[in-house]
């Protein structure tokens, strides 16, 4: 079973930045298509990125693009959230997510279409 275990969440001031770190085990990650959602309190639960297995697609919310960059190195089992100009409405708990069970080389945006969770990572944008 493939787990994962998101880091790099803390307190941060508006304009500044992050980068989240979701570390994966278990079976082999270059087979996954991975995401980064996020849940502001009193929130849904938000889409922010996503990236094929091979890291060739991704795909951003509007809400995020030029502003955030998500990567992934295949041998570390590792994938990236670097976020720069931070806002306070980019406070959130972020998640990560892996899709197993697609075998296409495609990022997703839907929820739905992850199967497997982190534990989630706060991050908090603030003066």
């Known amino acids: 079973q493939v787990q994962l275990v998101e880091s790099g969440g803390g307190l941060v001031q508006p304009g500044g930045s992050l980068r989240l770190s979701c570390a994966a085990s278990?079976?082999?990650?270059?087979?996954?298509?991975m995401g980064w959602f996020r849940q502001a309190p009193g929130k849904e639960r938000e889409f922010v990125v996503g990236?094929?297995?091979?890291?060739?697609?991704?795909s951003y919310a509007d809400s995020v693009k030029g502003r955030f960059t998500i990567s992934r190195d295949n041998v570390k089992n590792t994938v990236y959230l670097q976020m720069n100009s931070l806002k306070p409405e980019d406070t959130a708990t972020y998640y990560c997510?892996?899709?197993?069970?697609?075998?296409?080389?495609?990022?997703?945006?839907?929820?739905?279409?992850?199967?497997?969770w982190g534990q989630g990572t706060q991050v908090t944008v603030s003066s």
């Open positions: 278990g079976r082999p990650f270059r087979n996954y298509a």
């Open positions: 997510a892996a899709n197993t069970f697609y075998g296409g080389d495609a990022y997703y945006t839907r929820g739905s279409l992850y199967d497997v």
């Open positions: 990236i094929s297995r091979s890291g060739g697609s991704t």
